[in-house]
């Protein structure tokens, strides 16, 4: 029988966001005190502690929103804003008793595994050295604000910013203000300073798709029946998931449905944007889902306004107090916000991960990220993945997807300790097939038919999306199949460490 040390493994999860939460209560949840939580912030929340822009909300309904083992059935509006988020995971970090496991500012400088020990040895950026049998990455993909550089952008003498770095102390009334980016971060917080600017100035690449958000605050006895009847607010959650999975075949160029979202989208354009110049700069040329598709119920009103206007020329570049476009255009500009997303392929860079034989994981993925499900990547045992490469979704909420990921995990540490083993490493085999299927799979979805979005490298290869349905991920990672990994003998006081190959 395995020791009572050898079933508690010590395990260290990087990040506090969603999917090192749900790591750390499922840890709690199965009698597992030994983990660690390293988080370089002085505040758990990830992305939700990072972008605290004015108007940040989620992109998925509330109720979907949260871990389904810990339902909200208060939320104030059907699409929850950042600090109610923000608050539901410093809830469930004190339900749980997550807090004195977080190790806040300690930010992950490499990790390496020592294979004769079969521990992962992490080092901090301060330069101490952690110890722990399994190493789990909750960084996800959306931690690491991308900015254009552009020429003169240091002789502007006016203030700049990214996004996901609002700077809360600059008033922007009365201000010119100019946003490069147009995407998701940029619909929410345009129509919330756009009043209060002297103008804005909206730089757009290329359009986006967008339709309605029809966001609406729950009411008081919505809120009584959902606390009151458990039941009602499960059936409310899974109808909710129902509904957005009936989008996903829109992803994989089902026709009708894509030519009815179009329809959908470019009737809400029409509605809300009466000037037929503005409607032709706002029209994607691109199918529908081909880049992230956006919700709004005032993006497209702001626009309408007379202090703003959208800029479709590509930026030449930035002078002492404002832009210059390509075809001759001068934008005046106080203050520059940076609305332009996330080094979302480079994954856990700048950390370095090193596993067997030396093997160091920036340079395996040097052709792009991939790994088994998502979750585990062949030469680096004990190591694993939330929120990792092509498990992003367009269609529904991420948390289900943290939620089977989780559960694949713990499902490995039970067979750990089930078998006294010292690790396990997918085969690469294993690893290789499933990427070419799913590459395979991706290159016939409508996320290959554009050249640039953030679900895909420069070179073309979609990185961050799942290639099917929740369903169909859920079917996968319900349980771990251990024949589909390299299994390590744990070393006894006698012998040499023996691995084995199941």
């Known amino acids: 029988?395995?020791?009572?040390?050898?079933?508690?493994?010590?395990?260290?999860?990087?990040?506090?966001?969603?999917?090192?939460?749900?790591?750390?209560?499922?840890?709690?949840?199965a009698g597992i005190d030994s983990f660690t939580i390293l988080e370089k912030a002085d505040r758990l929340g990830g992305t939700w502690r990072d972008n605290s822009y004015p108007g940040a909300a989620c992109d998925s309904p509330a109720f979907a929103y949260c871990f389904?083992?810990?339902?909200?059935?208060?939320?104030?509006?059907?699409?929850s804003p950042q600090p109610e988020i923000l608050g539901y995971m410093e809830h469930c970090a004190r339900k749980y008793d997550l807090l004195p496991h977080i190790r806040f500012g300690t930010e992950v400088a490499d990790a390496r595994f020592d294979a004769d020990a079969g521990v992962w040895r992490v080092r901090t950026a301060a330069g101490e050295t952690i110890e722990a049998e399994v190493l789990v990455s909750g960084v996800g993909q959306l931690n690491r604000p991308s900015a254009p550089d552009l020429p003169g952008?240091?002789?502007?003498?006016?203030?700049?910013?990214?996004?996901?770095?609002?700077?809360?102390?600059?008033?922007?009334?009365?201000?010119?203000?100019?946003?490069?980016?147009?995407?998701?971060?940029?619909?929410?917080?345009?129509?919330?300073?756009?009043?209060?600017?002297?103008?804005?100035s909206v730089f757009q690449r290329s359009a986006n798709w967008m339709i309605a958000r029809n966001d609406r605050a729950y009411s008081e006895r919505e809120k009584r029946l959902f606390a009151r009847f458990p039941l009602l607010a499960r059936l409310h959650r899974w109808w909710l998931w129902f509904t957005y999975e009936q989008r996903f075949p829109v992803f994989r160029q089902n026709r009708p449905m894509s030519w009815l979202i179009t329809r959908v989208a470019e009737r809400n354009m029409r509605e809300c944007v009466p000037d037929a110049a503005l409607q032709r700069a706002l029209r994607p040329d691109y199918p529908i889902g081909a880049k992230r598709i956006l919700i709004s119920d005032d993006y497209y009103q702001a626009l309408g306004r007379k202090?703003?206007?959208?800029?479709?020329?590509?930026?030449?570049?930035?002078?002492?107090?404002?832009?210059?476009?390509r075809d001759g255009g001068s934008v005046p500009a106080d203050v520059i916000i940076f609305a332009t997303g996330f080094e979302s392929t480079a994954?856990?860079?700048?950390?370095?991960?090193?596993?067997?034989e030396g093997r160091v994981l920036e340079e395996v993925w040097k052709d792009g990220a991939e790994a088994y499900l998502g979750?585990?990547?062949?030469?680096?045992?004990?190591?694993?993945?939330?929120?990792?490469?092509?498990?992003?979704l367009g269609h529904n909420s991420i948390i289900f997807m943290i939620e089977c990921q989780v559960r694949y995990i713990m499902d490995c540490l039970r067979a750990l300790a089930?078998?006294?083993?010292?690790?396990?490493?997918?085969?690469?085999?294993v690893m290789r097939r499933y990427n070419?299927?799913?590459?395979?799979?991706?290159?016939?979805?409508?996320?290959?038919?554009?050249?640039?979005?953030?679900?895909?490298?420069?070179?073309?290869?979609?990185?961050?999306?799942?290639?099917?349905?929740?369903?169909?991920?859920?079917?996968?990672?319900?349980?771990?199949?251990?024949?589909?990994?390299?299994?390590?003998?744990?070393?006894?006081e006698s012998d040499a460490v023996v691995a084995k190959v199941a």
């Open 1 to 29: 029988m395995p020791s009572r040390e050898h079933s508690r493994p010590r395990v260290a999860i990087v990040g506090s966001g969603f999917g090192g939460l749900c790591m750390a209560i499922q840890l709690k949840r």
């Open 68 to 79: 389904s083992f810990e339902q909200k059935t208060d939320w104030s509006r059907k699409w």
């Open 153 to 200: 952008l240091a002789r502007f003498r006016g203030v700049s910013f990214h996004s996901a770095r609002w700077r809360h102390d600059v008033d922007l009334a009365g201000k010119n203000v100019a946003v490069i980016g147009n995407a998701a971060s940029a619909i929410q917080f345009v129509p919330q300073i756009a009043p209060a600017v002297k103008r804005l």
């Open 307 to 325: 202090n703003v206007e959208v800029v479709t020329g590509a930026i030449e570049r930035v002078t002492e107090d404002g832009i210059v476009t």
């Open 347 to 356: 994954f856990l860079v700048p950390m370095r991960i090193e596993g067997l």
């Open 375 to 392: 979750i585990s990547v062949a030469g680096f045992p004990n190591f694993f993945m939330l929120y990792g490469p092509n498990t992003n």
């Open 418 to 429: 089930e078998r006294d083993l010292a690790w396990l490493d997918v085969r690469g085999d």
């Open 436 to 492: 070419e299927r799913l590459q395979a799979i991706l290159a016939r979805s409508v996320w290959a038919k554009v050249g640039k979005s953030w679900y895909k490298r420069a070179d073309g290869r979609i990185t961050n999306n799942w290639s099917g349905s929740t369903v169909a991920y859920w079917w996968r990672t319900r349980r771990a199949d251990l024949g589909l990994y390299r299994l390590g003998a744990r070393a006894r």
